[in-house]
């Protein structure tokens, strides 16, 4: 498995972007698609984006789309989360993901049973 931290969490008001980073600890990041998800206060772990390993294929939730961009660097062995015109609703922990499997149909991108390995998220908070 790969161990994974992510950081750039914070408290903005809405309107606001942040950019979310997750550092993997594995030597060859490339190894694995990525994802973000999400869980509000008291409600189910929700997936936001997805990423191919070598970048090149990105998948997005509909409540995001338009306004976050997913995207890698792999000699870096980082993967972001660029959030911009943030909503209210948008408040809540943020977690990145790594999944072994490659080729997952778009569907299977946000089932988080897929993933293997989970960071311990940041926090997230957009205030009104």
């Known amino acids: 498995q790969v161990q994974l931290v992510e950081s750039g969490g914070g408290w903005v008001q809405a309107g606001s972007s942040l950019r979310l980073a997750c550092a993997a600890s594995a030597l060859t990041c490339s190894n694995y698609d990525m994802g973000w998800f999400r869980q509000a206060p008291g409600k189910e772990r929700e997936w936001v984006a997805w990423?191919?390993?070598?970048?090149?294929?990105?998948n997005y939730a509909d409540s995001v789309k338009g306004r976050f961009t997913i995207s890698r660097d792999n000699a870096k062995k980082t993967v972001y989360l660029q959030m911009n015109s943030l909503k209210p609703e948008a408040t809540a922990v943020y977690f990145c993901?790594?999944?072994?499997?490659?080729?997952?149909?778009?569907?299977?991108?946000?089932?988080?049973?897929?993933?293997?390995?989970w960071g311990p998220g940041t926090q997230v908070t957009v205030s009104s």
């Open positions: 990423i191919s390993r070598s970048g090149s294929y990105t």
């Open positions: 993901a790594a999944d072994r499997i490659q080729f997952r149909a778009g569907p299977s991108h946000g089932a988080s049973q897929n993933y293997d390995s």
